[in-house]
Structure formats: structure tokens, C-alpha cells
């Protein structure tokens, strides 16, 4: 039986049904260092920038900062509880929105 089209999409724990799964293969890897970190992350944008999404979160009570780059086949992942690095991040951010602006392919 299919559903209405006038009417939404069911949810589970508050989200669609109808969403991408990602593999169970994903390979998650966190990186030690940030230089590391840094140019992995750049390359797997540089290889499918329509894939490639990044997520940065604050954790209070451990006090980390924790930055995630993903393109669904890989996830990379760099945690800090330093503050300098807050710097290094919104530098590599600027870059990457750089690219994301420029016109050249990549």
C-alpha cells in the first residue's frame, strides 16, 4: 500500500524513513595529529566535494572539541582539548570554503 502524497513520511526516533543508509563498512578512523588529520581531510574532500560533509562539536563536560569528515565510504576524525587548535580548525574551515568557491575543478 503506498502512501498519500500529500502526506509526510513516517518517523522513527524523530527521523525519515526514506534516508540514505550509511554502510556498515564505513571505515572510521581518528587521527592523533592534526597535520595529519588536516591533509587526509583535504584529499577526501578534493576526491568527491559533493559527497564530502564535515561536522565539528563542542563537548562541554570533557571539554574536547571533536571535528568529523565523512563521504560516507570514510569517516575521519581528529578530538582536541586544546585551544589552539580551535584556530587550526577555523583556518582549515576557510580553506575549505575557499574551494567550495572557487570556480576551478578540482
Request: charged share 30%; proline share 7%.
Amino acid at each position: 500500500m503506498r502512501p498519500d502524497p500529500g502526506e509526510r513520511p513516517r518517523r522513527v526516533n524523530s527521523l525519515p524513513l526514506d534516508l540514505p543508509i550509511v554502510p556498515a563498512s564505513a571505515a572510521m578512523t581518528v587521527l592523533k595529529t592534526w597535520e595529519d588529520f588536516e591533509k587526509a581531510a583535504e584529499r577526501l574532500y578534493l576526491q568527491d566535494p559533493m559527497r564530502a560533509r564535515y561536522n565539528i562539536k563542542y563537548d562541554h563536560g570533557a571539554g574536547t572539541l571533536h571535528m568529523k569528515m565523512t563521504d560516507d565510504a570514510v569517516c575521519l576524525q581528529y578530538k582536541s582539548d586544546a585551544a589552539q587548535d580551535v584556530k587550526k580548525m577555523e583556518r582549515f574551515v576557510n580553506n575549505l570554503m575557499r574551494h567550495m568557491a572557487s570556480k576551478e575543478q578540482h
